[in-house]
């Protein structure tokens, strides 16, 4: 059988895409684990779209100024421009987004945004409530706990993909591939993402020729708590900084403002350098603190966060929690035109994180991602369906190949990794420090290792060389100058 469509990935992007695709076009959904163990599930702070018309201009200017101006900025313009329209559609197919006493949209602030423009969902769980909402509307099959290993792509064409099911490599065969497979954050040792999410499919298209770009402009969330042995670490939404939470050292002294004139506002990648730049100065502990909030208020704004603390023994906004920046969001990822059609080919596409549409630049607006999955799935399922492209079978040279999935060295080479990529190719780089990783991950490749720690090494190893490539700090990409040679 070959599919109309063959969407990797089942976060909003993927959903959000699938529900846009006719009923009657045959699609399959392939997830790696359950459908609820992305990032968008895990999402908190909300959406960002213009208040009115007249905002539009105001969330570009915003966008761009986030991304210090690395931005495509057509990019930006269809995000913005689209935004009002994506979030009304999504209104009136039933999504429900809070509303304040008079039944209007509730808007939030966060950190680099001119004004109040992110809506949410039960409180603190946006992600978790459009992930529902967009299973409950998925009209087309999903196949889960299926690990895409490779794709099948031959001058310029997708033919589909092979995946891992029930411990049986498959074939499947599509006219259209749509990858939405999201970031890379199991390649980081302290990270906010769901386990799922380790850029296999960043890995393949390397292996391809398939071009990734800005890889090196990775997010580092400034307020994590890390002290938790699970390998997901619990975020402290932006949304609450931008609601009176304050960074604060042992003291409770508030030092944010010694760093940016707005202060715990800051943009994020400012923050998180102004945390890691305190604590090696001082040593102190760093905390987020809650003085300014009523215990009622902050359940009722807050509840999946408040919740989600006390599990953890904090009571909160009574407590302080400790904090450290910890890898959040890629910024890069496989390039795409206007339309997420992947550069030079025919029926491939991305969208959502693991796309780079050039939007968020050298760092992204808070609560620009959503937004960004919804904007661009839309425009690829337009953009595929006036192309009615249709593959030929006959043509496909290579079919299944034979993969090792995992080797017995694989856990101890993936936690160095993990390590690696957390120290030298964090929040603060050093060229040195980024040459030697790029030999280490060189290393690693040509030991005797399973297929989908070759894959995350392969994205690591892109990582590194376009951190080294970029010589100049910028955004989220800081590299400290004394260690130029
Ligand atoms: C804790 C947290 C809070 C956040 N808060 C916000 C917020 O408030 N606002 C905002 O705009 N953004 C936020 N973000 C970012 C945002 O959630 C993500 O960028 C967005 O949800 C990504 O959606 P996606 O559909 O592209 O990918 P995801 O939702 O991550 O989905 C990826 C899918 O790909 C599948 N997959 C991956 N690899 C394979 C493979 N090899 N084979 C098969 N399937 C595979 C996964 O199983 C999963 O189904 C947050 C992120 C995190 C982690």
């Known amino acids: 059988m070959i599919y109309d469509y063959l969407i990797i990935g089942a976060g909003l992007s993927g959903l959000n895409t ?3 695709i006719p009923k009657d076009k045959s699609v399959l959904i392939v997830c790696k684990k359950e459908p609820w163990q992305c990032n968008t599930f895990f999402a908190q702070g909300g959406v960002s779209v213009a208040v009115d018309k007249d905002d539009i201009q105001n969330h570009i200017n915003d966008t761009l100024k986030a991304g210090v101006y690395l931005n495509s900025k057509n990019a930006v313009n269809k995000l913005c421009e689209h935004s009002i329209e994506v979030i009304d559609e999504l209104i009136h197919s039933g999504m429900k987004f809070d509303r304040n006493k008079d039944g209007k949209l509730s ?15 039960d ?92 890889m090196e402009m990775l997010q580092f969330h400034p307020t994590v708590y890390v002290d938790s042995s699970t390998a997901q670490k619990q975020l402290l939404s932006e949304a609450l900084r931008g609601e009176g939470a304050k960074v604060v050292d042992e003291n409770g002294y508030a030092f944010l403002k010694d760093y940016h004139k707005n202060g715990e506002l800051a943009p994020r990648d400012v923050v998180s ?68 059609l992947v550069t030079n080919s025919k029926n491939l596409f991305a969208v959502g994180e693991a796309a780079s549409t ?72 050093k060229k040195d420090k980024l040459k030697d990783a790029l030999d280490i991950v060189n290393g690693y490749l040509t030991l005797d290792i399973g297929r989908l720690l070759k894959l995350r090494l392969l994205t690591a190893k892109e990582i590194i060389k376009s951190a080294i490539k970029r010589e100049k700090s910028i955004g989220a990409h800081f590299i400290k100058k004394e260690n130029y040679d």
């Open 273 to 340: 350098r102004a945390i890691f730049d305190y604590i090696s100065k001082t040593k102190s502990k760093i905390y987020l603190s809650f003085d300014d909030f009523s215990k009622k208020d902050f359940k009722k704004r807050f509840p999946n966060i408040y919740y989600n603390l006390l599990n953890l023994g904090f009571d909160l906004p009574r407590d302080k929690v400790p904090i450290s920046p910890a890898f959040h969001y890629s910024m890069g990822g496989i390039e795409v035109d206007m339309d997420s």
């Open 123 to 214: 409180g603190d769980a946006t992600g978790r409530e459009l992930h529902l909402f967009l299973l409950q509307n998925c009209h087309h099959n999903i196949l889960t706990k299926a690990i895409v290993l490779d794709i099948l792509y031959q001058e310029n064409i997708c033919y589909g993909a092979t995946i891992l099911h029930n411990n049986k490599t498959k074939t499947i065969y599509a006219h259209n591939t749509i990858v939405s497979s999201g970031g890379i954050g199991a390649i980081y040792k302290f990270h906010t993402n769901s386990t799922t999410i380790s850029g296999d499919i960043h890995g393949i298209m390397v292996e391809k020729g398939i071009k990734l770009k800005d």
């Open 358 to 429: 050039g939007v968020h630049g050298a760092n992204r607006l808070a609560s620009n991602s959503l937004l960004e999955g919804l904007v661009f799935s839309k425009l690829a399922v337009e953009l595929s369906l006036k192309n009615n492209f249709k593959i030929d079978l006959n043509k496909i040279i290579t079919t299944n190949r034979h993969f090792d999935i995992q080797k017995p060295n694989d856990k101890k080479i993936k936690n160095s990794l993990r390590t690696l990529m957390w120290t030298d190719v964090g929040i603060v780089r």
């Open 18 to 20: 699938a529900r846009l």
């Open 107 to 121: 808007y939030t602030n966060e950190a680099a945004h001119s004004k109040s423009r992110v809506i949410h969902a």
